[in-house]
């Protein structure tokens, strides 16, 4: 069996062009994987040549796979880029909208509309944290920080949302101070990014319950997000930080990319972000970042950060 993986995916093309060869190329990558392995399952014995040329096609696939992958981080990032100027006008002119006299009616068909551009404009963001990951262009703004202090903020902005969704959030800080070298803005984005997920699947005005919990050890900070929702089964939970993933039966119509980017962005400081859950009983994310001492210097200056 030959492998062929010439068909090149950079030049330009509109972005449904670009989708449509990104997806296409996957499939047939997979579909030559399949081939390859089902000519190796039934071979009765191998020679050192069906060897070596068993790895040479390997290493096309491989070289081939990298290509989607660049292919795919550019059709991210364009797409995302060019959704940017249409959203932010459309928020401005829902804006004043809003400021103007409506009739009950249209007020809440400009709040429909003024949530699904929020939620548009939280896709965009994603996308372009992705592509910035993939890419190795993140940038974090270090600086050691009290999380302690930096979930109590959180949770005071987010209790808007979930006091009006009749959900109890709630700060268990089980030690008073617990430093970490971090980019402010991008811990935080985390935070919200598990709260609002949580807030997708705990009882609404029936003792919902949404716990943030900071501990910490002797080299480790730990931020835990704890609900009493609906809960993740067992063979869901491995891949929900896989980019677009969703659980058959839940919610639709989101992203399926807040838990991958929380996750990338923990993992571009260096820490770790696990997750654990029991149907029925409710689900905990942990954060894991490294400890350091309040009075060590801060690295305030900007920094590329690759995976």
């Not at 029925?280 to 801060?298: A, C, M, Q, Y």
Request: proline share 4%.
């Amino acid at each position: 069996m030959t492998v062929s993986v010439k068909q090149t995916l950079t030049s330009p093309s509109p972005a449904s062009d670009k989708a449509h060869v990104v997806f296409a190329s996957v499939q047939h990558v997979e579909s030559l994987a399949r081939q390859r392995s089902d000519a190796l399952r039934h071979a009765p014995s191998l020679s050192r040549d069906e060897l070596v040329r068993t790895a040479s096609e390997l290493a096309q696939l491989a070289e081939y796979l990298n290509q989607i992958s660049m292919s795919r981080n550019q059709f991210f990032s364009k797409v995302a880029h060019e959704l940017r100027t249409p959203l932010t006008i459309a928020k401005g002119w829902i804006s004043m909208l809003c400021y103007g006299d409506l009739l009950p009616g249209q007020e809440r068909i400009v709040k429909v509309i003024e949530q699904q551009i929020d939620d548009l404009t939280r896709l965009v963001n994603d996308l372009l944290d992705l592509s910035r990951h993939e890419s190795n262009t993140l940038e974090l703004r270090l600086e050691c920080i009290d999380l302690v202090s930096l979930v109590n903020q959180v949770a005071e902005h987010q209790r808007e949302l979930t006091s009006l969704k009749g959900i109890q959030l709630v700060v268990v800080a089980q030690t008073p101070q617990a430093y970490a070298c971090v980019d402010r803005g991008r811990i935080a984005q985390v935070l919200n990014n598990l709260i609002t997920n949580a807030c997708r699947y705990v009882p609404h005005y029936d003792k919902g319950r949404i716990e943030l919990i900071v501990n910490r050890n002797e080299t480790a900070v730990q931020v835990s997000v704890r609900d009493n929702g609906v809960g993740i089964a067992p063979d869901d939970l491995p891949r929900i930080f896989e980019p677009f993933y969703q659980i058959e039966g839940r919610q639709r119509g989101k992203s399926g990319l807040g838990l991958t980017v929380a996750h990338e962005l923990i993992r571009t400081h260096g820490g770790s972000l696990t997750a654990e859950s029991m149907p029925g009983k409710g689900s905990t994310f942990h954060i894991w970042l490294r400890r350091v001492e309040p009075d060590s210097s801060s690295v305030r200056q900007s920094r590329g950060a690759g995976m």
